[in-house]
């Protein structure tokens, strides 16, 4: 059974359990997808379930997307992503929904973080900064020594600093499914989720159990 769905982040709220203690909560939009192709070691050499999410206009999409759609006989789909699974007992065309979660299971969630543009150490890394004091009026959110001198007489790669900020792939890990609602295609997950409100996620069975 393929554990995985494509959804939409709507945003947080808080659920109050049994003994009235509140802990924080995203909604996820997620599915209704659709099983646009399946993939299996004979043919493609590994087994996987291509999923669609988020029917759009036709314009929005090229000849080639239309065309791959068109074998299943699927709308157009603005989304599609992959979900690796040993065992694909799915077929083209068939629906997936949230009811493929149960309230209690360990979900992965993937999303793109919010990007920050170009930002300094300070807020990318965390570093300290110079003294506040002592004549040192504009160096307060410096980074400092970049490397040493004559040798090597260049910065090592993969050195921090300032640079580009956010817009990264980000998984989230074994998160706890507290809501599923198959009616209105919403799973509730313990815990905050990366990306803006709207923003694409993937949800799978979590890998560390």
């Not at 509140?22 to 993939?39: H, M, S």
């Not at 307060?140 to 900020?165: F, I, L, Q, W």
């Amino acid at each position: 059974m393929l554990k995985g769905l494509i959804g939409k982040k709507i945003g947080m709220t808080q659920i109050f359990d049994d003994s009235g203690v509140a802990f924080p909560v995203t909604l996820i939009e997620a599915g209704p997808c659709y099983v646009t192709q399946v993939r299996r070691p004979e043919s493609e050499g590994y087994s996987a379930v291509q999923l669609g999410f988020g029917e759009t206009h036709p314009k929005r999409l090229s000849g080639g997307e239309l065309g791959h759609l068109k074998v299943g006989n699927l709308p157009p789909m603005r989304f599609l992503r992959e979900f690796r699974t040993k065992t694909p007992e799915l077929t083209v065309g068939d629906v997936v929904k949230a009811d493929v979660f149960a309230v209690g299971e360990r979900v992965d969630v993937i999303g793109t973080s919010k990007g920050k543009g170009f930002a300094g150490g300070v807020k990318r890394y965390h570093f300290s900064g110079g003294p506040k004091t002592h004549g040192q009026s504009d160096r307060h959110r410096a980074p400092g020594s970049r490397s040493s001198g004559t040798t090597p007489g260049r910065v090592y790669k993969g050195s921090r600093g300032a640079g580009h900020m956010g817009d990264d792939r980000v998984t989230v890990q074994s998160l706890k499914v507290v809501m599923v609602d198959a009616e209105r295609n919403l799973i509730g997950v313990h815990g905050a989720v990366p990306g803006p409100k709207g923003g694409l996620v993937m949800i799978k069975e979590a890998r560390k159990q």
